[in-house]
T-cell receptor
Framework: AQTVTQSQPEMSVQEAETVTLSCTYD???????LFWYKQPPSRQMILVIR??????QNATENRFSVNFQKAAKSFSLKISDSQLGDAAMYFC???????????FGGGTRLMVKP | GAGVSQSPRYKVAKRGQDVALRCDPI?????LFWYQQALGQGPEFLTY????????KSGLPSDRFFAERPEGSVSTLKIQRTQQEDSAVYLC??????????????FGEGSWLTVV
């Protein structure tokens, strides 16, 4: 079974600075998808960014980018120019190409200091 | 609808009571998922529907949990004889294509269940 691990329960960043959230996963598949979701207090999971495992180029969405290391099974999220609205829980998630479900990590709480 | 809608948003149930949680997915979405999120943890998969067919229910924790989607649209998650360990947020999600792709899955805001 696939597992997703987020080793940082909490992270803190100063407004306008850069922060990196870590994620590792375990799978025997070669083709799969990785996601970062943001969960504000309202509890709705909002997709931040996704990466297809067959693509070598790291995904980027505005201030959000990933460092995808397939051999190391690592998928970190970098948030540049952090804003107060970035404060939330962040979840890393995995989905294999044939599977239906997302497997989530335990989450990282990001605090942004003004 | 514009997004995935769940009701009730908040439910307090006495231990032993039955509860029903409703999910209204985005119109036309084929796939529907239920997840359980305990306090301080990541969501855990419960079950998956493709249209009205329940293709995967491997995550349902016990036979007290039952889900249905009879017409391939609205889904109901039913929990019988609720226990305190059932207290969690129940998230519903939907996506348009069937399984097997990296398509975006859209989540609702969840139903917060507290069993007292």
């Amino acid at each position: 079974a696939q597992t997703v691990t987020q080793s940082q329960p909490e992270m803190s960043v100063q407004e306008a600075e850069t922060v990196t959230l870590s994620c590792t996963y375990d799978t025997s598949e070669s083709d799969y998808y990785l996601f970062w979701y943001k969960q504000p207090p309202s509890r709705q999971m909002i997709l931040v960014i996704r990466q297809e495992a067959y693509k070598q180029q790291n995904a980027t969405e505005n201030r959000f980018s990933v460092n995808f290391q397939k051999a190391a099974k690592s998928f970190s999220l970098k948030i540049s120019d952090s804003q107060l609205g970035d404060a939330a829980m962040y979840f890393c998630a995995y989905r294999d190409n044939a599977g239906n479900m997302l497997t989530f990590g335990g989450g990282t709480r990001l605090m942004v200091k003004p | 609808g514009a997004g995935v809608s769940q009701s009730p948003r908040y439910k307090v149930a006495k231990r032993g009571q039955d509860v029903a949680l409703r999910c209204d997915p985005i119109s036309g979405h084929v796939s529907l998922f239920w997840y359980q999120q305990a306090l301080g943890q990541g969501p855990e998969f419960l079950t998956y529907f493709q249209n009205e067919a329940q293709l995967d229910k491997s995550g349902l924790p016990s036979d007290r949990f039952f889900a249905e989607r009879p017409e391939g649209s609205v889904s109901t998650l039913k929990i019988q004889r609720t226990q305190q360990e059932d207290s969690a947020v129940y998230l519903c999600a939907s996506s348009f294509p069937p399984s097997g792709s990296g398509n975006t899955i859209y989540f609702g805001e969840g139903s917060w269940l507290t069993v007292v």
